[in-house]
């Protein structure tokens, strides 16, 4: 089986019941979303990668009447101090180091084991050793999980598809299982400061904004019938359109999207959309077609 078919597979969001979509944090590259069922439960916000901005934690806590604990080993103070906010200039890693700890050890330090607890973590590509050596019960213990994936086919800013060969997407895939089996993936946005890679009949983003939601409270979900980009998210780069996710795996299809179109617009402005759509869908075949015959380059920010 093709590893990156594997990788995508995993990658499949779901539809929830009993809540919606919520944005926290900037319009652009800092923002994140999250399920809106059961936040105002949350004791405690576990962030990891904080650099000039803290507006997501800030927001949350306002909103949810929580505490957030914040670690990043490349900052010397909080971009912002409020008493509900907690930071530590230590940055997160699958063992501890000097300059890094584990999740599992900042739990058990500041005796959060039995609490109601969400997870963000933005850390550049740290997310994968982390992620693979968490045991289960501390993955568990999260009730969402809203994070960026980092470096999918290549090392920013070199875009040469890398990260690629059978044993990187692997790993890759094996973390992504691993969270799988707790959580639904609920959420997905691709970051649109780094482009596309068209791979055989497969183009993957290199960076991706996820939001899982543990499984623990549902029982009968289906796959996402959800267009990506939603009204909720927002370009990391404004001055970029944002990437649409008009394919396998987060595509209902375009027959649905067609339906939700009509539904959403006058007769008019349907026509119009639908048009577009139509030919942005005949574009990115055609595009793939180029690249397979290698007579443009294999990235593309669309």
Not at 181 to 207: M, S
Request: with cysteine; net charge neutral.
């Amino acid at each position: 089986m093709n590893p990156i078919y594997n990788f995508l597979n995993e990658l499949k969001p779901y539809d929830l019941p009993g809540g919606e979509r919520i944005r926290l944090g900037l319009k652009e590259d800092g923002g994140y979303v999250l399920f809106n069922k059961g936040l105002e439960n949350i004791d405690v916000l576990y962030s990891y990668g904080v650099e000039t901005n803290s507006d997501f934690e800030l927001m949350f806590c306002e909103k949810y009447n929580s505490i957030a604990r914040l670690y990043d080993h490349t900052i010397d103070v909080m971009p912002v101090n409020r008493d509900f906010l907690y930071f530590k200039k230590e940055g997160v890693g699958p063992v501890k180091t000097k300059n890094l700890n584990t999740i599992e050890n900042h739990i058990n330090e500041n005796e959060d084991r039995n609490k109601k607890l969400i997870l963000k973590i933005d850390t550049e590509g740290a997310e994968w050793d982390t992620f693979y050596q968490m045991p289960n019960e501390i993955l568990g213990s999260f009730e969402q999980i809203v994070m960026e994936i980092h470096g999918l086919h290549s090392v920013h800013p070199d875009y040469n598809g890398t990260n690629l060969f059978k044993s990187k997407i692997e790993r890759k895939t094996q973390v992504i299982n691993k969270i799988n089996k707790l959580f639904y993936l609920y959420h997905v946005h691709a970051n649109n400061y780094q482009p596309f890679f068209y791979t055989g009949r497969f183009k993957l983003p290199n960076a991706m904004e996820l939001t899982f939601v543990n499984k623990e409270y549902f029982k009968n979900v289906e796959y996402s019938k959800t267009i990506f980009p939603t009204k909720v998210d927002a370009p990391n780069w404004s001055k970029r359109e944002d990437i649409n996710l008009h394919f396998w795996p987060f595509y209902p299809g375009i027959i649905n999207h067609i339906k939700l179109i009509i539904n959403q617009n006058s007769w008019k402005e349907s026509c119009k959309k639908i048009l577009d759509l139509i030919s942005r869908h005949f574009e990115s075949k055609w595009k793939s077609i180029i690249i397979a015959t290698k007579l443009r380059r294999p990235t593309s920010y669309s």
